[in-house]
């Protein structure tokens, strides 16, 4: 050899790695592939998919119109239901998937040095390509219940970024910390819960008393849900800047959305080394 | 190239049984999975690394390839490692061969459009042509396995990490593996070999090095490190009490050989086949005995070649040296034999002076497929009285 490479002092894996190219043909290739085996391995795989969210849909509407009645005086209620319902899975499917996605590729982690985090932030993708097939039909629905796309639904890009942002965050924290701490997964079964009742998303944030509906806002899901209406569905619809009380809180939810990313990020990168011999 | 490794106290907490109670911090039982270990590998070696289970060959091997951190110590590597220590990992059964080609490649470090190139080349010298399109669980477990190696060797890397991967495959892949690490050191590529494998740490290796419970027993030529290997394993040859074994004779290479004198590593069933063994003689022998014993996959002794019926060779003075070749029809069934050759002086009673367990083996095809451990030559007569 004419060319003597440099020596390289291996200290063990990390979360993100040195080779950036590899980083994203790994979780894209696990995501697609995961999705591929999703979608074709059963017979009605996208049906599926679209069934958890719908079924759910069905339900809820159901209950909420029909028993409960609180849904009735809310204009566009299906719609705004079904598309927070299908953001909430989004959230809940990344989060929870992600809790146990490191235990899952186990086979991959003690037997191949890759970084770390592709396997949380392929979970994330994954759930991804889900929520864009579960929007194209929320659209569809949008649409055919005669509200005309206005400019405002360019405000979809940036909610979305943050949600995928939120729901890898606490992916990279619930899955480091599962691998240390087993209880992770009943506990995060039980917060998503909460938080699906926390969140606007089978009422609307109105519907909460003054004093409790403002905090209730730091929730970024409740911001970004609450926006969403007013920006796709419902102009008339409170903002998230107005159900909060000023444009300038929403730095709260954000804040928390960042606050987690900063958080999961360092979590998991002090786990990363030790992830293969902790399994 | 100069590599040195030095993992100094390795920790591994075996319990990590906070599940329970994540509050209380219970101290963490120690495993020293690697204690003080530190070598050097020059470039183009092929190494090899062995001990018995649980003596931390494969802890070792994740450190190397940045599967586990270390804990104290440095890990210096001139070049790109293979990042993989093991086959096929990330092998999917429901997805069909073309796509865990690819699927591997990717995450052995190839880019999508590279692992897409060399896919053919792949296929082609796994030799599935035809399965292709099969789901890997249509898969026999030695198809899969080649289909893994046929990755692997696809890999650009300058130092490879093997472990334990050549106990599968029939004989004919295992004869091309080979070949193809042949190729790979050929190439300057330097080579850490795991394996249990005393014949093809002789054949292939280098240098070789022995862990025992996380240390370094040795570090030397591989038929040195595969005698202590043998030693720990079996224990010392069989009666050899006072005197040490290889003391007054050391057996060096065996092998098998055909009638032309090629190497054989696999030997049909009735041909001629030849066991040659070499020994240096360190002490005068007077009456020195050979012996060669062919043991079949449970470790039965099926076939014991021994100089005792032989006319004696006559005394062999210190220094000098024996190359001792027996000749048999091969009658053997098909299975895989590893050979155990002895040398003893046969003075006032058989003395043992050197053996060495299961240092060569021997793949034997057979047409036949009776059940029986030999299938003599039978002549038949079938009567209508």
Not at chain 1, 223 to 239: K, M, N, Y
Not at chain 2, 84 to 89: A, C, K, P, R, Y
Not at chain 2, 185 to 207: P, S
């Amino acid at each position: 050899m004419s060319v003597q490479p440099a020596v390289a002092r291996y200290r063990g894996p990390s979360a993100v790695g040195d080779d950036l190219r590899r980083f994203l043909n790994l979780t894209w290739m696990l995501a697609v592939t995961d999705f591929k085996l999703r979608f074709f391995g059963s017979a009605l795989g996208y049906v599926w998919t679209l069934m958890r969210p719908l079924l759910l849909f069905g339900v809820l509407y159901f209950v909420f119109t029909e028993v409960v009645r609180i849904g009735g005086d809310i204009p566009h209620y299906p719609v705004i239901l079904l598309s927070a319902i299908v953001m909430f899975t989004f959230f809940s499917e990344t989060t929870s998937r992600g809790v146990t996605s490191l235990i899952e590729r186990e086979n991959l982690l003690r037997k191949v040095r890759f970084p770390r985090l592709v396997i949380p932030l392929s979970v994330s993708l994954h759930a991804l390509f889900n929520l864009g097939l579960n929007l194209i039909v929320v659209f569809v629905f949008v649409l055919a219940t005669g509200v005309e796309p206005r400019v405002s639904w360019l405000e979809v890009v940036p909610l979305l970024l943050l949600l995928v942002l939120f729901a890898t965050s606490v992916a990279m924290l619930v899955a480091a910390l599962y691998v240390r701490y087993r209880d992770m997964q009943p506990i995060w079964e039980v917060a998503l819960q909460i938080l699906f009742y926390a969140s606007p998303i089978i009422y609307v944030i109105s519907f909460l008393p003054d004093n409790i509906e403002r905090p209730a806002m730091a929730n970024p899901i409740a911001t970004i849900v609450t926006q969403w209406r007013h920006a796709v569905i419902d102009s008339g619809a409170p903002s998230a800047a107005e159900a909060i009380g000023g444009g300038v809180r929403l730095l709260i939810p954000l804040a928390v959305v960042f606050g987690t990313f900063a958080l999961g990020l360092w979590v998991f990168a002090r786990e990363a080394p030790r992830i293969a011999e902790d399994l | 190239m100069n590599k040195t490794f030095r993992l100094p106290h390795q920790r591994y907490s075996t319990l990590k049984e906070r599940v329970l109670h994540p509050l209380s911090f219970k101290a963490d039982e120690m495993l020293h999975a690697l204690d003080d270990v530190s070598f050097e590998v020059a470039t183009g070696e092929f190494f090899g690394i062995v001990g018995r289970n649980g003596s931390g060959k494969s802890t070792l091997l994740k450190c190397l390839a940045g599967i586990y951190g270390v804990d104290r110590g440095e890990i210096d590597i001139r070049g790109r490692l293979s990042p993989f220590i093991e086959l096929g990992v990330g092998f999917n059964p429901d997805l069909t061969a073309r796509d865990n080609v690819i699927i591997n490649a990717i995450m052995l470090g190839l880019s999508r459009r590279e692992a897409r190139r060399r896919f053919d080349e792949v296929i082609a010298f796994a030799e599935l042509e035809e399965f292709v399109d099969l789901k890997l669980k249509n898969y026999s477990s030695g198809m899969s396995v080649r289909l893994g190696f046929a990755v692997a060797v696809q890999v650009d890397a300058d130092v490879l990490l093997v472990d334990e991967v050549l106990a599968v495959g029939d004989a004919a892949f295992q004869r091309k593996c080979f070949d193809e690490f042949a190729r790979m050191r050929a190439d300057g590529q330097t080579i850490l070999f795991v394996t249990h494998d005393m014949g093809a740490i002789e054949r292939f290796c280098d240098r070789a090095m022995l862990l025992d419970r996380g240390t370094v027993r040795a570090i030397g030529p591989p038929d040195e490190v595969a005698y202590l290997y043998n030693e720990a394993n079996f224990g010392v040859a069989a009666g050899a009490e006072a005197q040490l074994p290889g003391e007054a004779a050391r057996i060096g290479r065996v092998w098998c050989e055909d009638a032309h004198g090629e190497r054989l590593v696999t030997s049909r069933h009735g041909e001629i086949c030849h066991v040659c063994m070499e020994v240096k003689f360190l002490r005068p022998v007077r009456f020195p005995v050979f012996t060669v014993a062919f043991r079949n996959e449970v470790r039965h002794a099926i076939f014991v070649a021994s100089s005792i019926p032989h006319p004696s060779p006559g005394e062999f003075r210190a220094g000098e040296s024996a190359r001792v070749r027996f000749s048999f029809s091969n009658v053997l069934a098909a299975s895989h034999y590893t050979l155990t050759p002895a040398v003893g002086d046969w003075d006032e009673g058989y003395v043992p002076l050197d053996q060495r367990e299961d240092v060569a083996s021997l793949i034997v095809d057979s047409p036949l497929n009776t059940g029986g451990v030999a299938d003599l030559p039978t002549e038949l007569v079938v009567e209508r009285p």
